[in-house]
């Protein structure tokens, strides 16, 4: 059974950092591309990251470009994302999510329950 | 950036009866479009890819067709699991995998 478990989230003040992390079992991790996407409170879906099967492409979304880091540890079956320079509009569901092949040019079949981020003064 | 529209934001049906749900692209997707489902307090599950591939598990009351920018997502006869939100991403053009506002499928 494919599994993904997100943890990391919290309350941090503007301007702060979270790493968030993602915990995969279930499947064969180094074979697929991952995601973040993230869901405001009350708001529609919105991709955030893409990383291929080895973690050599990573894209972003113009939004959390240059403020957010996407990586991955095959030997550990874990996904991350580093969140630097927060804002308030960054406040979200975070979800780790599994593409259906190993570019990330694809639908996404797994999801994670979500970890939520909270950015407030 | 693609622009995904769905319509309409929400759609009343009552159970036992058809649901028709429309996407439209700002460019061609070719057949690259999936439909998503979300049930309160839970992740998003996919239902439809390639715009009319059933993913696994899908009850067969669940139906996607079209290409280029209009796509549709069909439920035959509403069962009760079925009121959620829908929505719609296009994967044709990365980055980014862009994603309709949703349509809220609620009960008449």
């Known amino acids: 059974e494919v599994q993904l478990v997100e943890s990391g989230g919290g309350v941090v003040q503007p301007g702060g950092s979270l790493r968030l992390s993602c915990a995969a079992s279930g499947f064969t991790f180094d074979d697929y591309a991952m995601h973040w996407v993230r869901q405001a409170p009350g708001k529609g879906l919105e991709w955030v990251s893409l990383?291929?099967?080895?973690?050599?492409?990573?894209y972003y979304a113009d939004s959390v470009k240059g403020r957010f880091t996407i990586s991955r540890d095959n030997s550990k079956n874990s996904l991350f994302l580093q969140m630097n320079s927060l804002r308030v509009e960054d406040t979200a569901l975070y979800y780790c999510v599994k593409d259906i092949g190993s570019s990330g040019w694809s639908p996404f079949d797994y999801w994670g329950q979500g970890t939520l981020v909270a950015v407030s003064s | 950036e693609i622009v995904m529209t769905q319509s309409p934001a929400t759609l009343s049906v009552s159970p036992g009866e058809r649901a028709t749900l429309s996407c439209r692209a700002s460019q061609s997707l070719n057949s690259n479009l999936a439909w998503y489902q979300q049930k309160p307090g839970q992740a998003p599950r996919l239902l439809i890819y390639?715009?009319?591939t059933r993913a696994t598990g899908i009850p067969a009351r669940f139906s996607g067709s079209g290409s280029g920018t209009e796509f549709t997502l069909t439920i035959s006869s509403l069962q009760s699991e079925d009121f959620a939100v829908y929505y719609c991403q296009q994967y044709n053009h990365w980055p980014p995998g862009t994603f309709g506002q949703g349509t809220k499928l609620e009960i008449k």
């Open positions: 390639g715009a009319s």
């Open positions: 990383i291929n099967w080895n973690g050599g492409t990573t």
